[in-house]
């Protein structure tokens, strides 16, 4: 399996709702991220996991809440949001957070904030 | 820290041309050099990278050539097919402790049939 998976692929959320996005992969990778991207710009960081525990977060707001369950999981919790945060949320793997090799994204959670 | 310059943001060719994108990159101690790939309604997909140790690489259709004097990078793409079509990234980084890579702003690659 060489795959990161994201779900929902689509997600159309209110200001008040909370929601949740998920990625999984089982290629072994002890590395996991979380990025933003905006329309014709190159994604954003927003958190790094390293050995399940959390070891970067880009000053991101707390209604952003990402959570790692275990080595193959990796959530996002979304709450509050506003529609500024309406954008393609990426989750992407790599065998180890200091080895020089890339990234293995998945499809993206296009996200609309309402 | 460092900055990633890519240049073209747009390109477009007719097919079977070939395309060049270029990037430079301003941290010395960057050592390792993806490109990716990205498709309408996709992620981002790496389709090559090259290491500080080595001055060009070739797959197929696609070459990446290094210039670690000069700090720039280049993609180069031969005999474009339609489904070449899509946005591309560079990157750059420095291995060691939390290697994060800093991305350059894309291209938007368009090959004509």
């Known amino acids: 399996d060489t795959e990161v998976t994201q779900t929902p692929k689509h997600l159309v959320m209110g200001m008040t709702n909370k929601k949740s996005l998920k990625c999984e992969q089982h290629?072994?990778?002890?590395?996991m991220y979380w990025y933003k991207q905006k329309a014709k710009k190159p994604p954003e960081l927003m958190f790094v996991?390293?050995?399940?525990?959390?070891?970067i977060n880009e000053s991101v707001p707390s209604r952003f809440s990402p959570e790692c369950p275990n080595s193959s999981l990796l959530n996002l919790h979304l709450h509050a949001l506003q529609p500024e945060d309406s954008a393609l949320y990426l989750c992407?793997?790599?065998?180890?957070?200091?080895?020089?090799?890339?990234?293995?994204f998945g499809s993206g959670t296009r996200l609309t904030v309402v | 820290g460092e900055n990633v310059e890519q240049h073209p943001s747009t390109l477009s060719v007719q097919e079977g041309d070939s395309a060049v994108i270029k990037c430079t990159y301003s941290d010395s101690a960057s050592n390792y050099f993806p490109w990716y790939k990205q498709e309408l309604g996709k992620g981002p997909q790496l389709i090559i990278d090259?290491?500080?140790?080595?001055g060009e690489k070739k797959d197929q259709r696609i070459a990446v050539t290094l210039n670690k004097t000069a700090k720039h990078f280049s993609l180069h793409i031969t005999e474009t097919q339609p489904e070449d079509s899509a946005v591309y990234f560079c990157?750059?980084?420095?291995?060691?402790?939390?290697?994060?890579?800093?991305f350059g702003r894309g291209t938007s690659l368009i090959v004509h049939p």
């Open positions: 090259i290491r500080s140790n080595v």
């Open positions: 990157a750059a980084g420095a291995s060691g402790g939390s290697y994060i890579p800093t």
């Open positions: 996991y390293s050995y399940e525990k959390l070891s």
């Open positions: 992407a793997s790599r065998v180890g957070t200091s080895s020089n090799y890339g990234y293995t």
């Open positions: 290629m072994g990778h002890r590395a």
